[in-house]
């Protein structure tokens, strides 16, 4: 059970730092929107939606 209970920590952890990591990519976004830089911006909305995918389905079997 000890080790179930850490693999849950571990689970909530990367769902966290997904969401810290898609908040600083929406940044950046916004920034390279703001540039004109329209290649840069379209490869990390890409990227954004990956994590929203994964975050998802980590936040499904969390609550399961």
């Not at 952890?13 to 911006?41: F, H, K, P, W, Y």
Request: hydrophobic share 50%.
């Amino acid at each position: 059970q000890v080790h179930l209970k850490n693999a849950w920590a571990m689970v909530t952890a990367i769902q966290e730092g997904n969401e810290t990591i898609i908040a600083n990519l929406e940044a950046i976004v916004r920034a390279a929107d703001q540039a004109g830089d329209m290649g840069s911006s379209d490869m990390f909305v890409k990227y954004i939606s990956e994590l929203e995918k994964q975050n998802w389905m980590l936040c499904a079997m969390l609550n399961q």
